[in-house]
């Protein structure tokens, strides 16, 4: 079974700041997603960032960027010129490859404070 | 507004009473899918529709839990007899069913709490 594990239950940074989120995940399968979620207070979640597995470059999203590193199993998440808009819970995530994509897994989420 | 969409956004219940909630997904998405968020953890996965077709349980999803999406299109789950252990959010998500991306788009939830 897939499990994703945030080890920062909460982080906070100062405006214009860098913050890199921590991720790791536990599988056997090669061709997978890995995915940055981020979910403001009381709001939907919103994709970030999403890595394909078999791609080595690492996925960048204006100021978002991953450390996809695939054979420690570990997916960090860098925000550069943090905003006080970036506040909100990350989740990290995992899907297998597959036709029939399923079961997406999260981690537990990691509370980012981003502060004036 | 061409998001997903939940309703009930919030519910409150007394324990063994029965809800339901519904979800209106994107419209062209075929996929849906059912989560649920206690306060403090990530999504868990409940079950997920291929248009009309329910292709997976988790077994989180007890007997008192159903989802159906009759027409392939909005969706809706019942929890009957509640239980104060079924207060959570319960997310819907929705997608194109493109595995190359694997994208889900989510709904702002409806939070249950069951007294």
């Known amino acids: 079974a897939q499990t994703v594990t945030q080890s920062q239950p909460e982080m906070s940074v100062q405006e214009a700041e860098t913050v890199t989120l921590s991720c790791t995940y536990d599988?056997?399968?090669?061709?997978?997603?890995l995915f940055w979620y981020k979910q403001p207070p009381s709001r939907q979640m919103i994709l970030v960032i999403r890595q394909e597995a078999y791609k080595q470059q690492n996925a960048t999203e204006n100021r978002f960027s991953v450390n996809f590193q695939k054979a420690a199993k570990s997916f960090s998440l860098k925000i550069s010129d943090s905003q006080l808009g970036d506040t909100a819970m990350y989740f990290c995530?995992?899907?297998?490859?597959?036709?029939?994509?399923?079961?997406?897994?999260f981690g537990a989420g990691t509370r980012l404070t981003v502060k004036p | 507004d061409t998001g997903v969409s939940q309703n009930p956004r919030h519910k409150i219940t007394k324990r063994g009473q029965n809800v339901t909630f519904r979800c209106d997904p994107i419209s062209e998405h075929n996929r849906l899918y059912w989560y649920r968020q206690t306060l403090g953890q990530g999504p868990e996965f409940l079950t997920y529709?291929?248009?009309?077709?329910?292709?997976?349980k988790s077994r989180l999803l007890s007997d008192r839990f159903s989802a159906e999406r009759p027409k392939g299109s909005f969706s809706t789950l019942e929890i009957q007899r509640t239980e104060q252990g079924d207060s959570a959010m319960y997310l819907c998500?929705?997608?194109?069913?493109?595995?190359?991306?694997?994208?889900?788009?989510f709904g702002e939830g409806s939070r249950l709490t069951v007294l």
């Open positions: 529709f291929q248009n009309e077709a329910q292709l997976e």
């Open positions: 995530a995992f899907m297998k490859h597959a036709e029939n994509n399923n079961d997406m897994r």
């Open positions: 998500a929705s997608s194109l069913g493109d595995y190359n991306t694997g994208e889900l788009f």
């Open positions: 599988t056997s399968e090669n061709n997978y997603y």
